[in-house]
């Protein structure tokens, strides 16, 4: 039986048996909904329906609710049976120290990574083994994930999901967490910021944030650079959309902001640097005989890196950068799926599943057994 791959995510969860060059079997919404029946049902009491997300800005938040999520998918989807569980891989979210000087952030680091390290990891190995019998499991993070699926061991990955951005260096297949950053924002936050744009532009329209989500796919863009943004903000000419219930919605400039925020994040009301800046940074903190192999392998991946003109305005924003060593993409094998920015950390981990399990680099049952869930430590690197 083939080793099943997770890649869970705050929107998608991506899922099957380890098949490199494929993309996922199974991208489903990493959301439940759970039915709480009115005690008056009888009487005629409603079924009320609550949606609850058990991943959370790229961690695992309800682990009821996480249990549940991975049940129905690998015994309904994957074709599980009870009693004849294989092995599986996870893919892992980045950890990063809290933002605070380079100084405390060396004493405090240690520290906090491992508090948090610990809590998350050994409670889903925990999951694994004890609630699912699995037979064998492996963990790793989604950055050095990413780089497998593009044929690099070393590298930069700017990962722009969900719920957050993270950039990460990587070096020899080892995060350099000290360097790596996290911010707090990610697709859903530019939903947002297009849903109040739309609104302003559209004030009689009753917009679901289903809608907006699906106009933001269409029509987020980024402009060339700073000043064609600028321009567009003048002169873009308006185009009639109609939703699904019959509205008609006005669109001019509101996908160019959607895409200049992640350049300028003052747009969101961050006072913060742009990606590229930010990306720069956080290799500078790495020791500088690994500052070359860091930049020019740098890697896009996440579902809002796919936003149209995004790539090409990275890579002009980092010929201009300041680095003494300008950052360049990674260009995907040609082997692999179109759209591997979303689904680069699961066929990474597809691509590690091959190695780990034929090989016995992962955690047995009889180990967890004998060891408990520390043992993933150990193992898991």
Same mark, same amino acid.
């Given at each position: 039986?083939?080793?099943?791959?997770?890649?869970?995510?705050?929107?998608?969860?991506?899922?099957?048996?380890?098949?490199?060059?494929?993309?996922?079997?199974?991208?489903?919404?990493?959301?439940?909904?759970?039915?709480?029946? %009115?005690?008056?049902?009888? %009487?005629?009491?409603?079924?009320?329906?609550?949606?609850?997300?058990?991943?959370?800005?790229?961690?695992?938040?309800?682990?009821?609710?996480?249990?549940?999520?991975?049940?129905?998918?690998?015994?309904?989807?994957?074709?599980?049976?009870?009693?004849?569980?294989?092995?599986?891989?996870?893919?892992?979210?980045?950890?990063?120290?809290?933002?605070?000087?380079?100084?405390?952030?060396?004493? *405090?680091?240690?520290?906090?990574?491992?508090?948090?390290?610990?809590?998350?990891?050994?409670?889903?190995?925990?999951?694994?083994?004890?609630?699912?019998?699995?037979?064998?499991?492996?963990?790793?993070?989604?950055?050095?994930?990413?780089?497998?699926?593009?044929?690099?061991? @070393?590298?930069?990955?700017? %990962?722009?999901?969900?719920?957050?951005?993270?950039?990460?260096?990587?070096?020899?297949?080892?995060?350099?967490?000290?360097?790596?950053?996290?911010?707090?924002?990610?697709?859903?936050?530019?939903?947002?910021?297009?849903?109040?744009?739309?609104?302003?532009?559209?004030?009689?329209?009753?917009? %679901?944030?289903?809608?907006?989500?699906?106009?933001?796919?269409?029509?987020?863009?980024?402009?060339?650079?700073?000043?064609?943004?600028?321009?567009?903000?003048?002169?873009?000419?308006?185009?009639?959309?109609?939703?699904?219930?019959?509205?008609?919605?006005?669109?001019?400039?509101?996908?160019?902001?959607?895409?200049?925020?992640?350049?300028?994040?003052?747009? *969101?009301?961050?006072?913060?640097?742009?990606?590229?800046?930010?990306?720069?940074?956080?290799?500078?903190?790495?020791?500088?005989?690994?500052?070359?192999?860091? *930049?020019?392998?740098?890697?896009?991946?996440?579902?809002?890196?796919?936003?149209?003109?995004?790539?090409?305005?990275?890579?002009?924003?980092?010929?201009?950068?300041? @680095?003494?060593?300008?950052?360049?993409?990674?260009?995907?094998?040609?082997?692999?799926?179109?759209?591997?920015?979303?689904?680069?950390?699961?066929?990474?981990?597809?691509?590690?599943?091959?190695?780990?399990?034929?090989?016995?680099?992962?955690?047995?049952?009889?180990?967890?057994?004998?060891?408990?869930? @520390?043992?993933?430590?150990?193992?898991?690197?």
């Amino acid at each position: 039986m083939e080793a099943v791959v997770v890649d869970a995510g705050s929107k998608l969860l991506k899922a099957g048996t380890a098949a490199p060059d494929q993309v996922p079997p199974l991208v489903m919404p990493s959301k439940m909904k759970l039915e709480d029946e %009115d005690q008056d049902l009888a %009487d005629g009491g409603a079924v009320v329906e609550e949606v609850v997300q058990p991943v959370v800005r790229g961690f695992v938040k309800d682990w009821d609710a996480m249990e549940d999520l991975l049940s129905y998918v690998l015994y309904r989807n994957i074709g599980w049976e009870i009693g004849d569980e294989g092995q599986i891989l996870f893919t892992e979210p980045l950890f990063t120290p809290k933002v605070m000087d380079v100084h405390d952030r060396m004493e *405090l680091f240690h520290m906090l990574h491992v508090a948090a390290l610990l809590t998350l990891r050994e409670q889903l190995v925990q999951l694994m083994f004890e609630k699912f019998n699995v037979s064998g499991f492996y963990a790793s993070e989604q950055a050095v994930l990413s780089l497998y699926a593009v044929g690099r061991i @070393s590298g930069c990955t700017v %990962d722009i999901g969900h719920g957050k951005i993270d950039i990460a260096p990587v070096c020899e297949g080892a995060v350099q967490h000290i360097a790596s950053k996290r911010l707090e924002i990610g697709g859903v936050d530019l939903t947002n910021l297009f849903a109040q744009e739309l609104k302003k532009s559209n004030p009689s329209v009753n917009l %679901d944030i289903s809608d907006v989500e699906r106009l933001k796919e269409q029509y987020a863009c980024c402009a060339e650079d700073q000043l064609a943004f600028e321009d567009i903000e003048s002169s873009c000419q308006p185009e009639k959309h109609t939703l699904p219930d019959g509205q008609v919605i006005t669109i001019e400039k509101e996908g160019y902001i959607v895409g200049e925020a992640l350049f300028q994040p003052r747009i *969101l009301g961050l006072e913060d640097y742009g990606i590229v800046h930010q990306l720069v940074t956080s290799v500078s903190n790495v020791s500088s005989e690994y500052h070359r192999q860091l *930049l020019e392998n740098t890697m896009l991946c996440g579902g809002t890196a796919s936003i149209t003109g995004f790539e090409d305005r990275f890579q002009r924003e980092a010929n201009l950068s300041a @680095s003494a060593i300008q950052p360049s993409l990674v260009k995907p094998p040609e082997y692999m799926p179109e759209n591997l920015a979303r689904y680069s950390a699961w066929l990474g981990g597809a691509i590690l599943a091959k190695v780990v399990f034929p090989q016995n680099q992962h955690v047995t049952k009889g180990e967890y057994d004998e060891t408990g869930p @520390s043992i993933v430590h150990k193992k898991c690197f």
